[in-house]
């Protein structure tokens, strides 16, 4: 109820009370009336008057009567004459002293007639007393007297029937009045009965309706609570049970007569953990804050009636009522979900299997095909380079073909593999873009150049050649590109251009376009040029040669970097690819490290003395022939043991270590080799596996290998890797300088760039080699940041020697060797001199 | 022969006893005073024919009540003193019917037998003290016990509470 309304209830209530109180006193008032005057209508308080007046004036005559009698008889008998007197004496005595008769004495007639007849009373009573003689001589007296006073009789009886009718009349009047208040009297009691039992239907109804409203919400309740899908369950503070819901009847399989009233931990807790609710409920009685309580959902252990166990997830409220606290417990049989979530967890442990076991059997399948690949390639290498006829060359090199061919598509397909199965990994190391384009374009050019096809290649823009990426699968993508615009290009030209770009987001991409002249893409086939096997005309196949999944693994790769290929409209002739590479510009670093490097550099490498650690004999052999070939010393193992025992007793100058062999495995032949102590411990180290998984080669690295090496393996592979870890190096065998790179690098930049270039090449070095002079200028940390940097671009410009030179120092800053130092230092400045006149156009 | 005589006239006069005892239970004694009331109809003793008579001393033999009232005919509490009609009925033998009352003015009153109780009316003979003379209600006057019962305060009652009573018929 509102203020308001509460305002007027109460004022109409206080009203109602207030006039309900003043009705009550006024019917009192009447009641008390009226009860009076039937009080005094219960008795009599007079007799009839009238009766009473005209019989005295009977008794009178009567009286008259006897006395003329007398007169007449003769006899002396005057005993009736005395009775008739004395009657006549009692009456009017009567008429005097009886209180009801004192209303008429108020009239004035009455009172004379009244007097009159008391003087003859008066008079006569002495001679009736006295003796009979007396009496009769005075017979004639009385008479004559008792006649004088006849109209004062008649008089006394007419205002007494006057008097009578007055009180008659006053009397029914009174009556009236009586009745009346009577009737005014019953009236209100009635009307206020009757306003009562309006008042009290419409209590009456407002209880009904109030009532109605608390069964449909208790209703309600219950039927939420006996519906509901979770069991509800009430107790005492005792742990006695108040009320058990039709859930909570069919999680227990309990009906709920059999248990309200029972203790709550017998019925629904499990033996062994009873003890411990008990306690806590215990503490809670004793005032400690229940900490069960409130607090949330808790997984618990229910039991079943037929002493099933099961996971319940379970809150607990607190609950204060008149009768002291209760516990409502709602609980959830979680048997279900509890199964599901096993059952899940089994399926994605058993998914997860699943992938492992697939990962597995990519790398078994790598490794599987790839060693006996890598021993046809290998012995087909060697066959070619022993002396043949013409014929058997060609049949020689047509067998390379094939199996390189064959070799391709394994990767290819196992490249797809390992994208679909989620396991690509993305490297992101520094790469230079430039050299990455311009060593592609120099392993294309012999092609192109057969085609009557030219290359070139240039930035758009600000060039940025650093930066973070992933250069095996650039160089994959760009390979793919490239060789595809070269192979579908005859007598035309491909021109390939980067530029750098900023992102919405703020960061940097790089946008390569291969474009040609070539015979372009067929305008159905442009749709599904990225998908599987798809490849031109099966004519153009065969004569290319493709297993149609280059572009589709580019795609692949493309998005792995989280980039994007595509193809561009034609405008004329050839077609236009575009790769965009999310980027980010970094420092140059101290090693360059394009694997593939051009036959074209030279390295100087002595023989070096070289264990090669292999267990598959023919792979082993292959290996060892080609570093024969190149001039090195080779010693063999056959098992990680042996490999390692070796390796213990003789220093190497390079261990080349398989990593799949009985007995003791490559990685622990590494891991006993570094940490045995021995003289090789120090030796690098590079891992030969058919496994290019990168967790793995990661793995290699963590045991103490240097570098890894993917069968099968090839002349230049094992070149590099010779000339990458060779100590010892002369300069008289370095050239100064690589004629052909610069050539290649001046078409590729363009001249303008190139001079630009170049200038700034000989800019830098200049300042370096004043600041080297200068000794004390840089510390050891800036030396070899210096030198790397201007190392990095001696390289460009096919400065050899200036780039080894530089190098060396580096190391020997990094290895804080001054008098290392020194030495290249003091040859710097003749190489340099050299250098700059080499680089003149 | 003395002894048989004497004893003769012993058995005479136990015989005259009992004859006279025999008389009286059959009816009552005879009134030597003045007869205040005589009581006829169908009453079962009687002592002058088919009546019986009473004198002031053989009513006081019957019954002494006393009423201590008010009345509308007089002024102030009254004593009274009389025969309670109850004992009257009861001496006479009358258990039902209707007292037919007269007064010597030949006023004329039934009054049922049924009124006869215990606490109930009486038969007045002596008014404070006094016997009452003609003049004033006497001799005999029934009077009822007013202020002892409202139901007694009314007109029905105060006409039978008859004064100046000589005569009582039974009737049934």
């Known amino acids: ?841 | 022969m003395i002894h048989q005589f004497w004893r003769a006239i012993a058995a005479f006069l136990v015989g005259v006893i009992i004859a006279t005892a025999g008389a009286n239970a059959n009816g009552l004694e005879k009134p030597k005073g003045t007869v205040l009331l005589t009581v006829s109809g169908a009453i079962s003793k009687t002592n002058a024919g088919e009546t019986a008579r009473f004198d002031l001393a053989m009513l006081e033999a019957i019954d002494s009540t006393v009423i201590e009232t008010t009345t509308i005919w007089t002024d102030g509490i009254q004593h009274l003193r009389g025969v309670s009609l109850a004992a009257l009925t009861k001496a006479l033998g009358v258990n039902s019917g209707t007292l037919r009352a007269k007064a010597i003015n030949d006023y004329v009153v039934e009054i049922p037998v049924t009124d006869a109780v215990e606490g109930g009316p009486i038969i007045a003979y002596e008014l404070n003290g006094e016997q009452m003379p003609l003049r004033n209600k006497g001799p005999l006057w029934i009077v009822y016990p007013f202020d002892t019962d409202v139901a007694y305060k009314s007109e029905q009652i105060y006409t039978r509470s008859i004064w100046q009573l000589d005569r009582i018929e039974v009737v049934q």
């Open chain 1, 1 to 841: 109820m509102s203020n308001t309304t509460h305002g007027r209830f109460r004022a109409g209530l206080t009203f109602g009370i207030m006039a309900g109180l003043v009705a009550l006193c006024i019917i009192a008032l009447m009641s008390i009336r009226v009860v009076r005057d039937l009080r005094l209508l219960e008795t009599a308080n007079s007799d009839n008057l009238q009766w009473t007046v005209t019989q005295s004036e009977v008794e009178y005559l009567g009286m008259l009567v006897e006395v003329d009698r007398a007169r007449l008889r003769e006899t002396s008998d005057l005993s009736d004459l005395r009775r008739r007197f004395d009657i006549f004496y009692s009456r009017m005595a009567t008429l005097k002293e009886a209180p009801s008769a004192s209303a008429l004495v108020e009239s004035e007639d009455y009172r004379t007639a009244l007097n009159a007849a008391q003087r003859f009373l008066d008079r006569t009573v002495p001679l009736i007393d006295g003796d009979d003689e007396t009496l009769r001589a005075s017979l004639a007296v009385i008479s004559a007297d008792a006649r004088d006073i006849r109209q004062n009789m008649r008089k006394l009886a007419s205002t007494g029937l006057s008097e009578f009718s007055k009180t008659a009349e006053e009397r029914r009047k009174d009556v009236a009045v009586t009745l009346f208040r009577l009737a005014v009297v019953a009236i209100g009691l009635i009307v206020a009965l009757a306003l009562s039992v309006v008042h009290l239907f419409r209590l009456n109804r407002q209880k009904v309706l109030r009532q109605k409203a608390m069964v449909q919400t208790a209703n309600r309740l219950n039927t939420i609570i006996s519906t509901s899908l979770d069991a509800v369950i009430v107790c005492d503070a005792e742990g006695r049970i108040l009320e058990f819901n039709r859930a909570a009847e069919i999680i227990f399989d309990r009906p709920a007569a059999g248990v309200i009233g029972k203790n709550l931990l017998k019925t629904t807790c499990p033996p062994e953990l009873r003890s411990g609710f008990l306690d806590k409920l215990r503490r809670y009685r004793e005032g400690e804050n229940p900490r069960f309580a409130s607090r949330g959902r808790m997984e618990l252990q229910g039991i079943r009636r037929n002493g099933d166990r099961f996971p319940a997830e379970v809150a607990v409220q607190v609950a204060h009522t008149a009768d002291g606290h209760i516990f409502i417990i709602f609980l959830r049989d979680i048997s279900a979900q509890v199964r599901a979530e096993t059952e899940l967890v089994q399926a994605r442990d058993q998914a997860l299997a699943g992938e492992r076991t697939k990962t597995e059997f990519l790398a078994t399948m790598s490794h599987e095909i790839r060693t006996p690949l890598n021993g046809l390639l290998g012995n087909l290498s060697l066959l070619h380079a022993t002396k043949l006829d013409g014929r058997q060359k060609r049949i020689v090199e047509n067998m390379v073909k094939s199996g390189e061919l064959l070799l391709r598509h394994v990767s290819d397909v196992l490249d797809i593999t390992r994208y679909d199965t989620g396991h690509l990994r993305v490297d992101h190391v520094p790469t230079h873009l430039d050299r990455l384009v311009r060593d592609l374009i120099d392993s294309q050019s012999a092609i192109a150049a057969a085609k009557g096809t030219t290359l070139s290649w240039r930035w758009i823009g600000e060039p940025m050649p650093w930066v973070e990426s992933d250069p095996d699968r650039l160089l994959h993508i760009l390979q793919n590109l490239i060789a595809n615009a070269v192979k579908f290009t005859h007598d035309g030209h491909v021109s390939i251009t980067a530029e750098s770009m900023h992102t919405d987001e703020g960061g940097h991409e790089v946008l390569f376009r291969v474009r040609d002249t070539g015979i372009g893409i067929a305008s159905e086939l442009r749709a599904t040029v990225f998908d599987d096997f798809v490849t031109g005309n099966t004519a153009y196949d065969r004569e290319f040669g493709g297993t149609g999944l280059g572009l589709s693994i580019a795609r692949r790769f493309a998005s792995a970097m989280g980039g994007d290929i595509g193809l561009d409209e034609p405008d004329g002739l050839g077609a236009a690819f575009w790769v965009r590479i999310p980027v980010r510009p970094t420092d140059p670093i101290a090693e360059s490290t394009t694997r593939k490097q051009t036959n074209d550099l030279q390295t100087s490498t002595i023989g070096l003395n070289i264990l090669v650690v292999e267990d598959n004999e023919i792979n082993r052999v292959v290996a060892c022939e080609m570093l024969q070939a190149a001039g090195h010393k080779v010693t063999e193992a056959n098992d990680g043991k042996a490999g390692a025992a070796l390796a213990d007793r003789t220093r190497f100058d390079l261990i080349l270590m398989d990593i799949s062999m009985p007995v003791m495995d490559g990685r622990a032949a590494t891991r006993a080799i570094r940490n045995g102590g021995g003289k090789s411990a120090e030796t690098p180290i590079v891992a030969i596996t058919a496994n290019a998984m990168a967790e793995e080669q990661a793995a290699f690295l963590e045991d103490g290998m240097d570098g890894v090496l993917t069968k099968p393996l090839s002349d230049s592979a094992l070149a590099e890797i010779t000339g990458r870890y060779a100590v010892a190096e002369s300069t008289e065998n370095t050239p100064l300088s690589d004629a052909d790179h610069r050539h290649q690098t001046r078409v590729t930049f363009g001249e303008e760039a190139y001079e630009k270039l170049v200038g700034k090449f000989i800019a830098e070095s200049k300042i370096l080699i004043a600041e080297l002079s200068e000794n004390g200028t840089l510390s050891n940390a800036q030396i070899e940041r210096r030198c790397h940097q201007v190392a990095g671009s001696a390289a460009i410009f096919g400065a050899t020697a200036m780039q080894q030179n530089l190098r060396a120092i580096q190391s020997a800053a990094k290895g804080d060797d001054p008098a290392a130092m020194a030495v290249h230092l003091s040859e710097l400045g003749l190489i340099w001199e050299k250098t700059k006149l080499s680089l003149q156009p």
